[in-house]
């Protein structure tokens, strides 16, 4: 009974139970960086999912556009005067900032559902390697070295020009240029988690291979592979954005951000810079708050930087 | 050797003859495991001491059938519980684990998954072999814990393993060993990480345990001293093999083997005390490259040219097995 007594009167258990998340996000606000960035993205966010009713134009409703409004400059107002061009106006009489706005939604839905996607896959890919190892693992990692030996615009231009135009080519195409990002970083990282302790303790207990994979092994990966999620995600926004540029990435009738410079460009030359300038900048300003979070994501999630 | 009873209470539960487990690297076959043979009774606690590297976890890893490539285990004999271990197939065996014979490891900052809380890994280890809800499982976790002695268990269920002290976080561990009520624990230097303190407590909880519930307890550790007070025989072990087996006792007052005399003089006492401890000269040799016979001769005091030749392991007294060409008490 001693020895009950003993663990009964130094009971080592804190007082309040810190929460991992707010841990994290105290660590996270010390980057005033970091949080601009991510204040940028969530408007960006809001201003995409939103824009249905912030765009003071449908600019896909040809029945509104007036064709005596195009290629107004930035501040004029419309012929109708029923509203302001803040932003200029296309060569079809589009609002450029209606337009950025719903460029921005095709261009974010792009990149989250292509780097989701390649997350999934690709970790899959990774941990079962890891797992296994032997010849499934070896021929698996060989893949994915090929794969990573093209350049990424390469193998998308060719996927494309064999699948053709659309958005979900676009986003099958820049999945199968990113699985293999994830999947050797969740190899390396499962491969480190797989000879812990833990792992030797799940299997004494005979947990079946899937459990051990997914509840134990994967939760202690996600560090790593959230960081490469947010940096993979500005890749995917401008390489989609790149394509639709060339004009293999998605139709006009859907236009992203790329594709809005692509239409603007033929005008520059010709005074009315505003129509691919803008959209410029807001797909600069996208890839430069997500790459500011990443950065931060990855000091705050690195291993070697704990204390 | 000991030979099996008939009688229940002295019935072996797990025979081991000739254990080799062999690791074929490029470098060359590492042979971690060598010829080990030992007995348990059920309900015995056996001490398993060796320095490090000299194979203890490789046998208690074999034993469990978990040790993964380039090793390979083969033995002469692999008797548990009247059961051939290397006829069952991968599923039966996936049976017996967790279950039958379960594992408690060193450093209880490793053993439980960060990531999971505390009764999400209790429960999953009793749904792994039985089918019962998860209120059950969830009741019966809650009640190992009181058992190993953790105050107020309802509310260390539900936290995460980095909430928890080391010595708790052991308990817990030894909890979740217990959980399906094996018949056979096999535990590797599980008090190794803890402090003095701890250890005390954890050692005498397990003792406690094992005799209440008559499961038979393999301890492993390098710690002559800590094993001595607890174990019933004790099985020395050096580079691959059982140099010598014996009650406990036996090994304190008369061990046989140069090797056990070295790692008894070595433990600190008050008649050493201000001297100069022993020293066993040299180092384990390198599993590549064994000395050929004795793998103690290099360091042994007492070897001679016999000793080119590999000694067979005899009974000297009584339940006293001794690897050994020139057995003797006197150091």
């Known amino acids: 009974m001693t020895q009950m007594d003993i663990a009964l009167a130094s009971p080592a258990l804190p007082a309040k139970r810190e929460s991992m998340l707010r841990l994290f996000a105290q660590q996270f606000i010390t980057s005033k960086l970091a949080v601009l960035g991510l204040i940028l993205l969530v408007l960006f966010l809001c201003l995409a999912i939103f824009a249905p009713w912030i765009a003071p134009q449908n600019p896909f409703d040809i029945g509104k556009l007036n064709i005596m409004d195009s290629k107004l400059p930035p501040g004029s ?187 603007g460009f033929e005008f520059m030359m010709s005074g009315a810079y505003w129509i691919a300038f803008f959209p410029g900048i807001a797909l600069a300003l996208v890839v430069v708050a997500i790459n500011l979070v990443g950065d931060h994501l990855r000091d705050i999630l690195n291993p070697r930087n704990e204390i | 050797m000991q030979t099996r009873a008939p009688s229940s209470s002295d019935k072996c539960l797990l025979d081991v003859q000739g254990l080799r487990t062999w690791f074929h690297t490029r470098a060359g076959v590492v042979k971690a ?188 550790t390098h710690d002559l001293a800590i094993v001595s007070g607890l174990a019933d025989r004790l099985a020395v072990m050096y580079a691959g093999r059982i140099v010598e087996m014996a009650p406990t006792a036996d090994i304190i007052r008369g061990a046989r083997h140069a090797y056990t005399h070295g790692l008894m003089a070595s433990i600190p006492t008050f008649d050493t005390r201000g001297k100069s401890l022993f020293q066993i000269p040299g180092s384990t040799p390198s599993p590549l490259n064994m000395p050929e016979g004795c793998p103690f001769r290099t360091r042994c005091y007492r070897a001679t040219s016999q000793c080119v030749k590999e000694p067979v392991f005899e009974e000297t007294a009584p339940a006293h097995g001794v690897s050994c060409w020139h057995p003797g008490i006197e150091t």
């Not at chain 1, 540029?245 to 006009?252: E, H, K, Q």
């Open chain 1, 77 to 263: 107002v419309s012929s109708s005067s029923a509203m302001t061009y803040w932003l200029g106006s296309d060569g079809q009489a589009r609002d450029v900032f209606s337009a950025i706005l719903y460029g921005l939604r095709i261009s974010l839905i792009v990149g989250f559902v292509s780097v989701s996607a390649a997350f999934v896959i690709g970790t899959m890919v990774g941990l079962i390697s890891a797992y296994f190892g032997g010849r499934i693992g070896a021929l698996l990692m060989r893949i994915v070295d090929i794969q990573l030996s093209f350049p990424a615009i390469l193998v998308a231009l060719v996927l494309l020009s064999v699948l053709g135009k659309g958005v979900d080519k676009v986003i099958i195409a820049l999945v199968a240029v990113q699985w293999a990002y994830f999947a050797r970083a969740a190899r390396g990282a499962a491969i480190v988690e797989r000879n812990k302790e833990y792992v030797q303790a799940a299997r004494c207990m005979s947990l079946s291979w899937q459990r051990i994979l997914w509840r134990h092994i994967f939760p202690n990966c996600i560090p790593p592979l959230m960081v490469i999620a947010t940096i993979d995600l500005a890749h995917a926004i401008a390489l989609e954005a790149t394509l639709s540029f060339l004009g293999v990435g998605v139709p006009v009738t859907e236009p992203s951000l790329g594709m809005l410079i692509s239409n």
């Open chain 2, 33 to 220: 495991v060598d010829g080990v043979t030992l007995q348990v009774k059920q309900g015995e606690i056996l001490g398993l001491v060796g320095e490090s590297g000299s194979g203890k976890t490789i046998t208690g890893f074999s034993l469990m059938n978990l040790v993964d490539k380039p090793g390979r285990i083969r033995a002469d004999r692999l008797f548990f519980d009247g059961r051939d271990l290397q006829a069952l197939s991968a599923k039966e065996y996936r049976a017996l684990r967790g279950n039958e014979i379960a594992m408690i490891f060193q450093d209880p900052m490793m053993t439980l998954n960060p990531t999971l809380r505390v009764d999400t890994q209790m429960i999953e280890t009793v749904q792994a072999h039985q089918r019962v809800s998860r209120s059950a499982a969830r009741a019966r976790s809650i009640d190992m814990l009181v058992k190993v002695g953790i105050p107020a268990p309802e509310e260390r269920m539900s936290v995460y393993p980095h909430h928890l002290s080391g010595g708790m976080r052991q308990r817990i561990a030894i909890a979740m060993a217990l959980l399906n009520s094996p018949k056979l624990i096999i535990a590797d230097e599980p008090t190794t990480a803890l402090d003095v303190t701890i250890q005390g407590q954890i050692l005498y909880e397990v003792q406690k345990l094992c005799r209440e519930t008559g499961t038979a307890l393999i301890w492993i």
